[in-house]
């Protein structure tokens, strides 16, 4: 039976988003989503009835704001209002990206907070439910609402629907884009953290690293909620292993990218978990201007759609992630120099050609995680111009660039992570590590499912491979991460 995402304006969460984008579960509005449509439509009507001068809705709007519209050539003003907004151009959102939008469109629209008739929510119902192909384009947002993708948007979703007064206006003002980027990016930066501790817990035993880091006694010592949940996950990845053992470790103090797992990681996982907290509210929050205010009978002037707090909130995400993917590096680094590691030159044994082995993947290695580094770049940074809209939009929070970057870092890392456990396999083979901890040697066998060992005299296995092979296999990967999370809880 095909799961049913309930639509309510209310706790849409990140996974949801991911549910119906990825995995096309269907959704359906709530009685009281649709109940208070109604009624927020109700409340414009009354307002436009009246004569009151409301931006967008009975006035025009940018650098014609205050002129009033008269009331036959308000429809006639909705459609062209799309049409000056639609410029986008470039890259087109995947299909994914296009849902994640329309479902975080739909559920703006059950908040009440816009004002539009029900007909337009219904219309996001069928597209969502038939799996209609919208064309977006991704360039076009300052972060001050997502004017020319949504553009694209309505022009396809409603090119036969007549607008009624405020209509277009809610629809430009969305940052339903950036939001549903976000969400799909939060999502799998989130599950990319909990991976990179897998893979560092893998590393420790390939480098036969001192697991003292992650006792009780030094997890306690610096009490932050990450540190002991990362912390004591890769003690659970680690138990029963060779290194929690007298003589197991080669050092009593490794080169900090070991040293500093669980302080790295859980910094990054108390960080993104700040960045969750703001995502989750922005779900539920308005973008609008203005605000249907249904209890007050009145329409609110906002400016709602500056989406500061999302840019901010992504921007924190990606950093957090910049200190995880550098030890990852340094760690894969390590373990190909024979100086660090004890094993052979680039973790190969000496055939008598005198191939570099396992450096050549390191340097590539380097090179996709000096990109992700700079991805950590923030964006709330940019210094906008105050000449559009007689000065009226003088700044910008570049919430979609920020959103785009923290999908990009999230791929980025998939690939820099699955390198690392490839790299981690062919330590411990060659050191003839064991045993291996309970999960380690579950990911041991895992990782040779999708990669062989590299013998003298054989090529370094592609990386490519392994990261299909971790792509076709991610519930796999999932039950070895619960089995070390579970335990940290």
């Known amino acids: 039976m ?5 639509i309510s304006g209310q706790g849409l969460t990140p996974a949801e988003v991911v549910q119906v984008a990825r995995s096309g579960a269907r959704v359906a509005l709530t009685r009281e989503a649709v109940d208070r449509i109604g009624s927020a439509r109700a409340v414009v009507d009354e307002v436009v009835h009246k004569g009151e001068k409301i931006y967008g809705v009975t006035s025009s709007v940018g650098a014609k704001t205050g002129t009033m519209l008269a009331p036959d050539k308000i429809p006639e003003f909705n459609r062209r209002l799309l049409l000056t907004h639609n410029m986008g151009h470039g890259p087109l959102a995947s299909h994914e990206t296009a849902r994640a939008m329309m479902v975080v ?9 816009l004002g539009v008739r029900p007909v337009m929510a219904d219309r996001l119902v069928e597209a969502l439910n038939g799996d209609r192909q919208v064309d977006v384009h991704l360039w076009g947002s300052m972060g001050q609402s997502d004017m020319s993708p949504i553009a694209d948007l309505a022009l396809e979703l409603y090119k036969d629907h007549e607008f009624a007064a405020g209509e277009a206006l809610a629809l430009l003002n969305s940052s339903a884009l950036s939001i ?31 697991p003292s880091i992650v006792s009780e006694a030094a997890l ?5 909620d990450g540190v002991l949940r990362h912390g004591r996950a890769i ?17 009593l103090q490794d080169p900090l990218s070991f040293r500093s ?18 995502l989750a509210i922005e779900l539920g929050a308005s973008q609008n201007n203005p605000i249907v205010a249904i209890e007050q009978r009145q329409l609110v002037s906002v400016a ?25 590096t340094e760690r894969l680094a390590k373990q190909a120099d024979s100086f660090w590691s004890g094993l052979s030159v680039g973790l190969i044994e000496e055939d008598g050609v005198g191939l570099p082995g396992f450096n050549g993947l390191a340097q590539f290695h380097k090179s996709i995680t000096s990109e992700a580094r700079l991805l950590g770049a923030p964006v709330v940074s940019e210094l906008a111009s105050s000449s559009h809209s007689n000065g009226n939009l003088d700044r910008a929070s570049m919430a979609g660039l920020a959103a785009r970057r923290t999908a990009e870092m999230a791929t980025l890392c998939r690939s820099i992570f699955g390198m690392e456990l490839m790299v981690a396999a062919q330590a411990v083979e060659m050191r003839k590590a064991s045993p291996l901890g309970t ?3 579950r990911l041991f066998t895992f990782v040779r499912e999708g990669v062989p060992y590299a013998g003298a005299g054989q090529r370094v296995p592609h990386a490519g491979a392994f990261l299909d092979h971790l792509a076709a296999n991610e519930a796999e990967i999932d039950r070895l991460i619960e089995a070390g999370m579970a335990a940290a809880r």
Do not use: C, K, W
Request: hydrophobic share 50%.
């Open 235 to 251: 003690r659970a990845y680690l138990d029963g292993s060779y290194l929690m053992r007298a003589g197991g470790p080669r050092h």
């Open 180 to 210: 549903g980027t976000a969400a799909l990016a939060f999502h799998d930066l989130e599950r990319m953290l909990d991976l990179a501790t897998l893979a560092g817990a893998f590393s420790m035993e390939g480098f036969a690293a001192n």
């Open 105 to 113: 469109l739909l559920n703006s629209m059950a908040t009440g907070y």
């Open 439 to 441: 999960v380690t040697g």
């Open 2 to 6: 095909q799961n049913v995402v309930d």
């Open 261 to 278: 797992l669980p302080l790295i990681h859980g910094t990054a996982a108390d960080s993104l978990a700040f960045a969750g907290r703001q």
């Open 220 to 224: 306690n010592s610096r009490p932050f």
């Open 304 to 328: 709602n759609f500056d989406m500061v707090a999302l840019a901010m909130a992504l921007d924190i995400a990606r950093l957090a992630m910049v200190p995880v993917v550098t030890s990852s």
